[in-house]
């Protein structure tokens, strides 16, 4: 990565591939899972060295309860003893700790040490750590549009302002679009994740799985992402001169 990259305000990465990690040496998808939450450590801390304002981490989909009961709640055990390993790391490198999606289905004990975490960290001023849990696309849109009716029904809210105001409805609102999307494990789709906010980012895929992707593998994303250009709409010359 040069020294003048620009570094993406948001990056969100699906983290996929545990489970084809342990099923290559032949272990229980579990250990892939384990090593995954290592991944997620160190990457994290390096998004936040390198400037990273908000990284989304895509943990648990609204889906993915359909997994095997046994997977669930080993994934919810880890889910437990992630956060009790991260509150330190998250407080001494002043990150922001936040989560997306409907807690309401998540177990009351792993629950109150999301809010606490959430809670601890309010004030800090570095990275935003947006751990997507119980999360859909969709269910944040639909959990938007219930809100906006809401609004709309106490006159708190004008069908006009509706476009203008829409992200404001959306889970952590003041967390912008997404500038660089990341999926490992060679699958090419977006499975349900942020999609209000991937409108127009600019995706990145690798076959890396998760458990493996490391630094360089992180910087190779972001020189990537660096160079392409972000048109929005525009042509090239409007976007970097003649
Ligand atoms: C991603 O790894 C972690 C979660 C979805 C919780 P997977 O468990 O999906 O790994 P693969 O896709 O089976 O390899
Ligand atoms: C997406 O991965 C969800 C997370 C990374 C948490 P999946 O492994 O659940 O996605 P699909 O089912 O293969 O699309
Ligand atoms: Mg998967």
Request: zero cysteines; charged letters at 30%; hydrophobic letters at 40%.
């Amino acid at each position: 990565m040069v020294k003048s990259a620009t570094i993406p305000t948001h990056v969100g990465i699906i983290m996929d591939g545990n489970g084809r990690w342990a099923k290559k040496r032949l272990l229980p998808r579990v250990m892939g899972h384990r090593e995954g939450v290592k991944t997620v450590k160190k990457i994290t801390e390096f998004a936040a060295k390198i400037g990273i304002r908000y990284l989304s981490l895509f943990a648990f989909s609204t889906e993915n309860w359909l997994r095997p009961q046994d997977e669930v709640s080993t994934l919810m055990d880890l889910l437990d003893e992630y956060i009790e390993s991260e509150v330190e790391l998250i407080l001494s490198q002043g990150i922001k700790f936040v989560v997306s999606g409907d807690l309401g289905r998540i177990r009351e004990s792993t629950r109150k040490k999301l809010n606490n975490l959430i809670e601890i960290s309010r004030n800090n001023s570095g990275m935003v750590l947006n751990l997507a849990l119980n999360y859909g696309g969709r269910d944040e849109l639909i959990h938007a549009v219930k809100l906006i009716i809401d609004d709309y029904s106490k006159g708190l809210l004008s069908k006009d302002d509706i476009e203008k105001k829409f992200s404001l409805y959306l889970y952590n609102a003041e967390i912008p679009d997404i500038d660089l999307l990341i999926r490992t494990s060679g699958e090419i789709r977006i499975s349900n994740f942020m999609l209000w906010r991937i409108a127009y980012s600019e995706l990145y895929f690798t076959k890396v799985l998760w458990p493996d992707f490391n630094e360089d593998n992180f910087r190779d994303a972001i020189a990537d992402y660096n160079k392409r250009i972000r048109r929005f709409g525009k042509t090239d010359e409007q976007i970097i001169g003649k």
